[in-house]
Nanobody
Framework: QVQLVESGGGLVQPGGSLRLSCAAS????????MGWYRQAPGKQRELVAS?????NYADSAKGRFTISRDNAMNMVYLQMNSLKPEDTAVYYC????????????????WGQGTQVTVSA
């Protein structure tokens, strides 16, 4: 019912920048929150940044990453600056979605992920 597609990952040198995008599509009433998570090899998936009316950042992302949303286009972005090798991971976007106006239940959807590699 809801699809999330990330784009913008790639290989970048330390100190470089990338901008990730995530587009939500499908049949739903509203998106009440969107966010970015990442998972490095051998590690658990962790929050990078979220936006649900207010923004929240992991300590590792504060001052370097910026999350933004285009609610009209059902998009969420992650601008990543001053990238470090430890930022290397698969980055996933998620969305908290209300499928219809007549139900209060919200559902969490995930994208397939986009690889970010920071290396010289």
């Amino acid at each position: 019912q809801v699809q999330l597609v990330e784009s913008g990952g790639g290989l970048v040198q330390p100190g470089g920048s990338l901008r990730l995008s995530c587009a939500a599509s499908g049949r739903f009433f509203s998106i009440n929150g969107m966010g970015w998570y990442r998972q490095a090899p051998g590690k658990q998936r962790e929050l990078v940044a979220s936006s649900d009316g207010s923004t929240n950042y992991a300590d590792s992302a504060k001052g370097r990453f910026t999350i933004s949303r285009d609610n009209a286009m059902n998009m969420v972005y992650l601008q990543m600056n001053s990238l470090k090798p430890e930022d290397t991971a698969v980055y996933y976007c998620n969305a908290v979605v209300k499928l219809s106006s007549s139900h209060t239940t919200q559902f969490l959807y995930w994208g397939q992920g986009t690889q970010v590699t920071v290396s010289a």
